[in-house]
């Protein structure tokens, strides 16, 4: 009788496994991004809710119901596991948009529903715990505010345009030709509930501006919806504040303040440029070491779902968040139901306001949606699979993001294991190894002045690597004395300024089942005795790596 039904749970086991398979694969749409055909739908349906009265995202007026980004709602998650599960049919897929509801009185932020796609029918509002709304002045900042803040600061410059030209020697911020100037805007955007206020940064729009700041700097108030009402509340300027753009030039005429002058600009200096500089004693000219596919790839791709070496995986690049990977199985089992990227924020120090009142939180600066264009060779091997992606946010249409994933199976150059069984005599009684290929889920995100690259490392041996390193450039600011105390100097007016990088994810792990992961590591040892389940967890466990890079 044992014995009988020993042999019952291999069989169902064995049927399990390719059923388990042809489930996640099943279910793996769930998770998808939203398509064109899906964007568009949702655009024209919302649009034609008349009591929204929506209008372009992209018209230069603040005063507007718009649609500041859309992406997709996923399904609850004990809805989706009766999909992967039990193989039942998939929910309607639906979509998440964020509107700006600023031509009302008292502007709010409100979230939607909206389904079932692709041709929605219906929306509703979707609400938070605790049920406060999101202050209209925490929104983030969208292309039609830049183009108000870059009429004001227009006027701003012309007013001060003498005291930048004497300053930068010859740089100006409107009629300028080769030497020009642009500016950084720094977050938080106030100090307290309700505030809209922002310190911005002029630099010279060089190569690599970011680390070209001029030394003067300026507290917008962008509160009001009416672009006429803005004002300028503080301005720095060599180490000085002033209460106005008119203080400062009345001073700087008159004497009263020290006038600063930078080093003449030397257009062949290669200090910001992306341009190779120095020598170098290997051969620049003769290829490096390559991968190479001799037969092919050995993953599976269809759609967003993924299959290599015993993995199984759906991806979505999340417009606000970025990367993230769902019902994540080993040997068909699941190990996670969702890893996900969910923010990235970075908090500075500094002597500048500007520096010092820095903390992104760069979700709210598109991250998700700064996927660029990935080059081959450099950012991904020649040998990878690259994928188009497309974002809604800050737009009217959806946007190709053309290769801007990519996928790929590398050698890590190092053994999964290896031994020499010695035989103490000079010679050896056998020798063991295993080569170690991973596969390699990467996306960038460019926010702004830094590069991140994200990866999912999928290892042969049941290990999944989650990683983050940092390029691009610094968010650099004026240097001045006292500066050092928060930074390092790292050209002649330029502040390197210390920041702490803190990167989040969502971890939702699923060993051995999705309720008893909650009760922790030993009660699922005890649970259930397969050892590549509890193998593969303590192994995520000790392994999983969160880099912060420090730049
Ligand atoms: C704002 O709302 C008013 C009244 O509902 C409407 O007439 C106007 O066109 C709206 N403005 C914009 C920019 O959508
Ligand atoms: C925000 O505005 C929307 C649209 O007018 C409205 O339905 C919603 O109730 C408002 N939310 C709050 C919390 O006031
Ligand atoms: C730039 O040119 C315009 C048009 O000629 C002029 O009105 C404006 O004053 C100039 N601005 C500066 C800063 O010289
Ligand atoms: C699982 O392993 C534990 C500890 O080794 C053992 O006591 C238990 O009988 C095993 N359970 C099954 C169902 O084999």
Same mark, same amino acid.
């Given at each position: ?400 993001? %053309? $290769?801007?994933?990519? &996928? ?5 150059? +190092?053994?999964?294991? /290896?031994? *020499?069984? #010695?035989? =103490? ?102 649970? %259930? $005795?397969?050892?590549? &389940? ?5 192994? +995520?466990?000790?392994? /999983?790596? *969160?880099? #912060?890079? =420090?730049?």
């Amino acid at each position: 009788m044992r014995l009988l039904c020993l042999l019952h749970m291999v069989c169902l086991a064995g049927v399990g496994g390719s059923r388990a398979r042809d489930w996640a694969h099943h279910g793996a749409p769930m998770f998808a991004d939203l398509t064109v055909r899906e964007m568009k739908a949702v655009r024209a349906y919302l649009h034609a809710v008349p009591e929204l009265q929506l209008a372009d995202a992209r018209s230069k007026t603040l005063m507007k119901n718009s649609i500041l980004l859309m992406e997709l709602h996923l399904p609850r998650k004990h809805e989706a596991l009766r999909v992967l599960d039990r193989g039942q049919a998939r929910p309607p897929r639906q979509a998440r948009v964020v509107v700006l509801m600023g031509n009302q009185t008292g502007p709010n932020i409100t979230e939607y529903i909206v389904g079932p796609l692709p041709a929605p029918n219906s929306h509703q509002v979707k609400t938070f715990k605790g049920g406060r709304p999101v202050r209209f002045e925490s929104r983030p900042i969208t292309s039609s505010e830049y183009e108000h803040i870059t009429d004001i600061l227009k006027k701003i410059t012309t007013t001060a345009h003498q005291l930048l030209l004497e300053t930068t020697g010859g740089f100006s911020f409107s009629n300028c030709s080769d030497r020009c100037l642009t500016f950084s805007d720094i977050a938080p955007r106030g100090l307290g509930p309700g505030e809209r206020r922002t310190w911005v940064m002029l630099q010279k729009f060089v190569e690599g501006y970011f680390i070209h700041p001029v030394g003067f700097e300026v507290l917008i108030n962008h509160r009001d919806l009416d672009p006429d009402k803005w004002t300028v509340e503080k301005v720095w300027y060599n180490s000085r504040y002033f209460d106005s753009v008119e203080e400062l030039v009345e001073q700087y005429e008159s004497g009263g303040v020290e006038k600063l002058q930078l080093p003449d600009h030397d257009v062949n200096d290669l200090y910001s440029t992306y341009i190779p500089r120095g020598q170098s004693s290997t051969p620049t000219d003769v290829h490096g070491p390559k991968l190479v596919e001799p037969q092919g790839h050995r993953y599976f791709i269809d759609h967003n779902f993924v299959e290599y070496a015993g993995w199984s995986f759906a991806y979505r690049v999340r417009s606000s968040a970025g990367l993230q990977v769902f019902d994540l199985r080993f040997k068909g089992e699941r190990i996670a139901y969702e890893i996900s990227l969910q923010e990235a924020i970075a908090f500075y120090s500094g002597d500048t306001p500007a520096a010092m009142q820095t903390k992104y939180i760069d979700a709210g600066w598109a991250m998700g949606s700064s996927t660029y264009e990935l080059a081959s060779g450099i950012d991904c091997p020649e040998i990878s699979t690259f994928v188009d992606l497309h974002h809604y946010s800050d737009t009217d249409k959806p946007v190709l993001h %053309r $290769n801007a994933l990519c &996928i790929f199976e590398m050698t890590t150059a +190092m053994p999964l294991r /290896r031994h *020499f069984n #010695s035989n =103490f005599k000079g010679g050896y009684n056998f020798y063991g190894g295993l080569d170690n290929t991973v596969l390699v889920l990467r996306t960038t995100a460019t926010v702004y002045n830094y590069d991140y690259i994200w990866d999912f490392l999928f290892y042969q041996n049941g290990v999944v690597e989650v990683k983050v390193s940092a390029t691009g450039y610094i968010h650099a600011t004026f240097f001045t004395p006292n500066g050092l105390h928060y930074g390092t100097r790292v050209h002649h007016h330029v502040l390197g300024n210390l920041h702490t990088h803190l990167i989040h994810y969502k971890v939702d792990l699923d060993v051995a089942g999705e309720h008893r992961a909650a009760f922790g590591f030993k009660r699922l040892c005890e649970g %259930r $005795n397969s050892s590549v &389940i509890v193998c593969t967890r303590q192994r +995520m466990k000790d392994q /999983r790596k *969160f880099q #912060s890079i =420090f730049l």
